[in-house]
Structure formats: structure tokens, C-alpha cells
DNA sequence: GCCGTTTTCGGCCCGACTGTTTTCAGTCG
């Protein structure tokens, strides 16, 4: 039982006793657990192993216990004994946007209902409206929002957020004169790998304009909410987007509320509590007296704190930190000077070598390492040996044009079934950089594909590995990797993590990251190009790595050419 | 159910919006 199903058993236990109506703390505290297990960067079962459940923040007694019989047999009585008086129908209720657990509760206790399909049904034949609380308007709520459900976008990369959110920014600006300032806010400006829908703010005094303005953009196809400081829409390709309206006097305390996350709002309004300060989106209260901010930056400095960067926000130990001084000097993406997984035309990707190297030049890079796949990997016209020194051929004639900028070839190995690598020692040795990755065989156990990566971290030519856990967003979960011995040989052998940038990958992923820079193990940040545009990515790869709290010394495509190098060289 | 340089018990964040209400409950973020 991994990480994420322990985690959802827990939301699960929290939604069931929402809808009994248990006091709520309850159900907080099974959440904050499940955060903090999903949080975790290591296997839930080796922390059990260790005997330190209860390490874990917002484990206490009573959850250890049941953490315990779960991991050891496999199976729950508390959870068991809970769906017995909840059936898993009635939880899924929860998902219809305006049906929480009162009103999940109120259809199943009073009509007996006991799905999605049957609240639908139900409601068709006009029989919710008459439930006490309810009416013939939520009646009409709740049958849309079950339309609404079936066709509800999932959580989208990263990658496809970003550039509909700079659209939407760039019309508001462009055709909105009572606009000030507009930015991105939630989970998007905290860079998370996937985001649920897209969060925009304005300081404006004519919030009424601004809206009128944002409702009639092309790219919306309905107004879902529609209010004097916020108003939510659907856009055409199924996302929502949310926007906020304050004057500019309010808009730090706007932009720090609703850049959240949540939970790092919360333990920010305790410690507000604790100075006697009450914290909302609307600023400070003392005493019922108003304290505003204008800038974010002055809402932390408010509360004795240095500014916290977003992608930090998630009630991780950064406030801890940020009182201690002790925030990490985060990597920038300027301080990235090479990219060490480029692919070419010469295996799957579509461009040339030159049209690479032009790009890599046009982003201030010192040196990119054409990576290409290697021989079996035939649906990617993997290269032979022979190839390969055809390709060094034209790497070595391009080369000659270039002033202060290098290509270097390196090869994307593959990492056999069996564990051995796909190219003969004498081959890789001739290589400037190794990346060695794993494309078959994902769903391997345990013990079988971390031994793999384990024997190819092993090989003295093997400089990085690559997409080290292999999921692809919304698709593939990652493989069964035992990260804890991965990370420990990766420091015994010097060998490089990749933090791969592609937006459906981003793997590693931030948690495992935070671990690999709190144990020293050096990390590379790449964009996995497969064209000259994919280079870009590496936007996306450098925000993961911030939100993993590494700093520019922790990974190696900072360091100058020469310094790379001599790195490599010394594996 | 968790947690403690104020606490081992009594706290545990804040407000908008909606629909159903005669002053508030539920949902959402």
C-alpha cells in the first residue's frame, strides 16, 4: 500500500465523518495527516518499518494505531466499520459542486439515496426541493452541477495552466483601462505540477468595470458567479477561472490570501492570532481597527517575517523557517547555464542539432548535452554505436562556429529489464555526459526496478538518471522505486537526479526533491526537449526544484562548463 | 484527533456568496 492510497483512505475517514456531522476538528486532523503522508518524500511503509508513524506531522496516538493495523494487514476495522454506516455513494455526493456533507447527509437519511445517479434522478422528478433547507433554486444547483461533474475538466499540467492564464492576463490589460495591477494567484503562482482551475487578481476602484470587462472576453463561454469582488467563469476548453477584484490599498492582503495554499494561510493567521493581529484578505485588524497592505511583501514584515516565495507556501516548516531566517536562497532560472536532456532529430525528437544549439544559445545557455536514445529503444529510432559517432561527427563541426558555447554529446541510455545498460562500458566512456533512464518494465516490483537503477547508478559512466520515477501526470503513477536506497546510493556513487521539466513529468516531483537537497545528493534540472521550443520547459523543471527548496548549489546545470566537466569527469 | 516557551485540556482561521430564510446555514476557497 503506497503513500497515496494510505493518504485517500484518510480522506476518505475525514468525508465520512463530515457527513455523521462529527465535530469537524476530526475531520481536519485526518486530512492534515493525509497532506502530510502525501507531503512525505518517502514510503509511508519504511517510516512504519522504522517505528516513526508518529514522526509524521499530525500523526498523534490514535492515528499511528490505525496507520499501523493498515499497513500491516492490508486492512482498516475503523474504515470497514465506517462504510458500513456510509455507503462510498454517498461520499461521492460530496464531489457535485453545492452538495457538501450536510446536504450529502440530508438526501441519503431523509430519501434514501445513495449515489450521484440517484440524486439525479431524484431531482429530475422535482422530489429535492422539498427537503428542509432546500428549494427549487438549489434543486436546479444541484442537477447542473451533476451535468457539471461529468463534464469537468481533471486537474490540467502546469504547462497548459501557464499560458491560458498569461492569455487571460494580457486581454484584461490590453482591454480593461479601470485595471491598476493584475497577476496569477493560487496554486498556479505556487507552480504546483497540476492545478485545478486558475486564479486571477486586479486592484482596481471600479471593481464593477473590471468584471463587466472579464465577463465579456471571448475565450469565456459562461459566467458561473457573479459577485462585486469575485466572479468565476468557464472557458471554452472547460477550465475555471476565478477573478478578484480589491482597490490597490487592500491588494498585498489580496494577493498573499489568495496565493495561499490554504494551509499556509491558516498557520499564518495563527501566528497573527498569537500577535494579536486578525489576518484576511482584506488586510490586518487590531482591536476592530483596519491595518492595510498594498504590497505582500509588508504582510510578512508585518508579522515579523521576511517575504516567503510561493512556491514555498505549503505549510511545510517554510514559516518556521522564515521566523529563524533560515529561507533557502531558492535557484532562479537565470542561474541555469546548460541543459543536459536534449533529443534531436537523430532519435525521436524534430529538430536538428543546429536548430538546438541555436536555441540553447538564444537562452544564454554555456553548453547543452544532445542526450538521443539509445539502440533498443526502437520506437525512438534509438542510436547504435555506429550513429552515435556519426552524430559526434556533426557535433564536432558545429562545435568549430561557437565562441563561448558548447555542444556536448551525451546519450539517453537505456536501462535494460534485466538492469544492464544498453550501450558497452567502451562506448559510454567516450560520451561527455551519460544520462541513463528507464522506458520499459515501469510496472516492475519493488525490489526488481530499484535494483535496476540501483546497478546503473553503479556504473562509474553513468552521470545522471534520468526521469528517475516515471509518471506521466494524469496517466501513469510512478513506478514502485524504494527512493530511500535510490537517493542513499546516488550520494555513495555522486550520481546526478534529474528533476525532468516536461510538464507532464516533472519527476522528480518537489517532496523528493526537498529530501534529495536536505541529504546533499546534487540534482539536474532538464528539459527533456524533443524541439527547439521544448527548451522552455525548463521554466517549469526550475519551479519544481524551488518548490523542493533547492537552492542554485544543488544542482549541477548552475555550474560553468568547465566546472561540469570536471564533475562528471570525476565521478 | 492533534497539540503545547502562555496550555496535558481547551483550543483548533476568515469571509463571500447563495438560497432559504425572517436572522441564518451550508458551501466554497
Redesign the pocket.
Same mark, same amino acid.
Given at each position: 500500500m503506497n503513500n497515496r492510497q494510505v493518504a485517500d483512505i484518510l480522506y476518505d475517514i475525514a468525508d465520512m465523518l463530515e457527513i455523521k456531522g462529527e465535530?469537524i %476538528?476530526?475531520s481536519? &486532523? +485526518?486530512r492534515? &495527516?493525509a497532506d502530510n503522508i502525501l507531503n512525505l518524500g518517502r514510503d509511508i511503509n519504511d517510516v512504519w518499518r522504522d517505528g516513526k508513524l508518529?514522526e509524521? @506531522? $499530525?500523526?498523534?496516538? &490514535? !492515528? &499511528?494505531k490505525?496507520l499501523d493495523e493498515l499497513l500491516r494487514t492490508g486492512r482498516l476495522g %475503523?474504515y470497514e466499520g465506517l462504510r458500513e454506516e456510509i455507503p462510498p455513494g454517498v461520499v461521492a455526493m460530496?464531489a457535485? @459542486? =453545492?452538495?457538501? @456533507?450536510?446536504?450529502?447527509? !440530508?438526501l441519503y437519511e431523509r430519501l434514501g439515496l445513495m449515489s450521484v445517479a440517484d440524486v439525479g434522478r431524484a431531482g429530475r422528478e422535482g422530489k429535492l426541493?422539498d427537503l428542509?433547507?432546500?428549494?427549487?433554486? *438549489?434543486?436546479?444547483?444541484i442537477l447542473a452541477?451533476i451535468e457539471a461533474l461529468h463534464r469537468r475538466t481533471d486537474r490540467i499540467p502546469l504547462g497548459t495552466a501557464w499560458p491560458v492564464a498569461r492569455e487571460i492576463l494580457g486581454a484584461l490589460r490590453a482591454g480593461c483601462s479601470a485595471l491598476q495591477q493584475a497577476t496569477v494567484a493560487?496554486s498556479l503562482r505556487r507552480m504546483k505540477a497540476t492545478i485545478? =482551475?486558475i486564479?486571477l487578481l486586479v486592484a482596481s476602484d471600479e471593481p464593477e468595470a473590471v468584471m463587466d470587462c472579464f465577463v465579456n472576453l471571448p475565450l469565456v463561454e459562461e459566467v458561473a !458567479?457573479? $459577485? *462585486?469582488?469575485?466572479?468565476s467563469v468557464i472557458l471554452h476548453n472547460g477550465l475555471?477561472v =476565478?477573478l478578484r477584484v480589491l482597490e490597490p490599498a487592500r491588494y498585498g492582503s489580496l494577493l498573499q490570501y489568495?496565493t495561499?495554499s490554504?494551509d499556509h494561510?491558516?498557520a499564518l493567521?495563527?501566528l /497573527?492570532? =498569537?500577535q494579536g493581529l /486578525?489576518?484576511?484578505? +482584506?488586510g490586518f485588524?487590531r482591536d476592530g481597527e483596519e491595518i492595510l497592505r498594498s504590497d505582500e511583501e509588508s504582510v510578512y514584515n508585518t508579522l515579523g517575517l521576511p517575504w516567503i516565495p510561493p512556491e514555498l507556501r505549503e505549510n511545510r516548516g517554510e514559516i518556521e523557517a522564515a521566523r529563524r531566517g533560515k529561507l533557502p536562497k531558492l535557484i532562479e532560472l537565470s542561474d541555469i547555464k546548460g541543459d543536459l536532456h536534449v533529443h534531436t532529430s537523430w532519435s525521436d525528437g524534430v529538430a536538428s542539432i543546429a536548430e538546438i544549439a541555436e536555441a540553447a544559445r538564444a537562452r544564454g545557455y554555456q553548453y547543452a548535452v544532445m542526450s538521443d536514445h539509445t539502440q533498443s529503444l526502437g520506437v525512438a529510432r534509438g542510436l547504435t554505436p555506429e550513429r552515435l559517432w556519426e552524430q559526434r561527427a556533426e557535433i564536432n563541426r558545429l562545435n568549430e562556429q561557437f565562441a563561448n558555447f558548447r555542444l556536448l554529446q551525451g546519450a539517453e541510455v537505456e536501462i535494460k529489464a534485466d538492469g544492464s545498460l544498453d550501450l558497452p562500458d567502451e562506448v559510454l566512456s567516450e560520451l561527455d555526459v551519460v544520462v541513463a533512464s528507464i522506458h520499459s518494465g515501469l510496472r516492475q516490483e519493488r525490489e526488481r526496478i530499484t535494483s535496476r537503477l540501483i546497478s546503473a547508478m553503479r556504473n562509474p559512466h553513468v552521470d545522471v538518471i534520468g526521469h528517475p520515477r516515471g509518471r506521466i501526470l494524469g496517466q501513469r503513477e510512478a513506478s514502485a522505486v524504494d527512493m530511500d536506497r535510490v537517493l542513499a546510493v546516488a550520494l555513495e556513487t555522486g550520481t546526478i537526479l534529474e528533476v525532468n521539466a516536461i510538464p507532464d513529468r516533472l519527476d522528480l516531483d518537489d517532496a523528493h526533491i526537498r529530501r534529495a537537497v536536505g541529504m546533499g545528493v546534487r540534482l539536474a534540472v532538464d528539459s527533456d526537449a524533443h524541439n527547439a521550443e521544448g527548451l522552455a520547459a525548463m521554466e517549469y523543471g526550475v519551479a519544481t526544484a524551488r518548490r523542493g527548496w533547492a537552492e542554485a548549489e544543488n544542482v549541477v546545470n548552475t555550474l560553468s562548463l568547465n566546472e561540469l566537466l570536471e564533475l562528471v569527469r570525476n565521478k
Open positions: 465535530i %476538528y476530526k481536519i &486532523a +485526518y492534515r &495527516a508518529r509524521i @506531522p $499530525g500523526v498523534g496516538e &490514535a !492515528l &499511528a490505525k %475503523y460530496l457535485i @459542486p =453545492d452538495v457538501g @456533507p450536510k446536504t450529502a447527509n !440530508l426541493r428542509p433547507g432546500l428549494g427549487v433554486k *438549489s434543486e436546479a444547483n452541477g493560487g485545478r =482551475d486564479d !458567479l457573479r $459577485g *462585486s469582488t469575485k466572479t475555471q =476565478d489568495f495561499g490554504k494561510n491558516v493567521r495563527e /497573527s492570532l =498569537d /486578525s489576518l484576511s484578505e +482584506y485588524k
